[in-house]
């Protein structure tokens, strides 16, 4: 009965995994998060892609705050019923990409009962149809809302800084994520690093634990050099490659999204 209600269980994820989907996960909060998320949904617009930035952090929401939007509707209203997902998706200029913003404030939408999200990650595999790539920005932390949502998605970028607890909290979901989908696509991008140095130093205290407890190694999928025009351009609420388009931060997203296609196709 097990291995028929496991079988059941696999099903369902196979056919809600979204091959056009790319989680942007943490573990810790303040770690560059949604400012990467944002990034990377403009600079594979500009690659020609369909993209859509979906604000899955349902508690503390601030993809729209960043971009300095007031959308009229939000993920608030979608899961109370009074319009569907693909209603609440609005265009964003700026970045020629689409955006489902959450819902600052309401942290009772992190804690949604099973069907409700259920639900909402059936709906979101229906929208990623309408879609060359769908950015989902997820919550910080590893509880039940975040680790579902990211199941959805073909590849999930782990961010990490050099902080300890960055380190332990990347480590924490990655171990988790493995444990629910051993077969899961996790890439490590340290953000924030002083020097490229840093940064390989970085990914390889995280390499090291995972090969050594879990028998993995996810593989680098960038690092991001400290950028100061990084805290403008979140201050100013305008995206980093409309306002330093030739910034290092800038390029080295670009350079992700570039591999990142790559890899898809």
């Given at each position: 009965m097990n291995q028929a209600k496991n079988h059941n269980v696999q099903s369902?994820?196979?056919?809600?995994?979204?091959?056009?989907?790319?989680?942007?996960?943490?573990g810790k909060g303040g770690v560059g998060k949604t400012w990467l998320s944002i990034t990377?949904?403009?600079a594979l617009s500009s690659l020609g892609c369909r993209t859509l930035l979906f604000d899955g952090d349902l508690g503390l929401a601030n993809v729209d705050i960043q971009l300095g939007l007031a959308p009229n509707k939000d993920m608030g209203g979608v899961l109370n019923g009074r319009y569907s997902l693909?209603?609440?998706?609005?265009?964003?200029?700026d970045g020629g990409f689409?955006?489902?913003?959450?819902?600052?404030?309401?942290?009772?939408?992190?804690?949604?009962p099973a069907p409700r999200l259920n639900s909402l990650t059936t709906d979101l595999a229906n929208l990623s149809q309408s879609y060359d790539r769908i950015i989902l920005d997820l919550g910080a932390g590893i509880d039940r809302t975040v680790r579902q949502l990211a199941s959805q998605a073909q590849v999930c970028l782990v961010i990490t800084t050099d902080e300890p607890t960055s380190l332990t909290d990347a480590y924490a979901f990655i171990k988790l994520t493995k444990m629910q989908r051993p077969d899961a696509d996790l890439r490590v991008i340290v953000n924030m690093a002083e020097t490229e140095h840093d940064g390989h130093k970085t990914y390889n205290t995280i390499r090291k634990a995972c090969e050594s407890f879990l028998k993995i190694t996810p593989p680098l999928a960038g690092i991001i050099v400290r950028?100061?025009?990084?805290?403008?351009?979140?201050?100013?609420?305008?995206?980093?490659?409309?306002?330093?388009?030739?910034s290092t931060a800038a390029e080295r997203v670009e350079q992700i999204a570039r591999n990142l296609l790559k890899g898809h196709e």
């Open positions: 369902l994820h196979n056919k809600l995994l979204c091959k056009n989907m790319i989680a942007i996960a943490s990377l949904s403009h693909k209603e609440a998706a609005v265009r964003y200029p689409d955006v489902v913003a959450g819902r600052s404030g309401s942290g009772n939408l992190a804690n949604l950028d100061n025009k990084v805290k403008e351009a979140i201050r100013n609420q305008t995206p980093l490659l409309v306002r330093y388009p030739s």
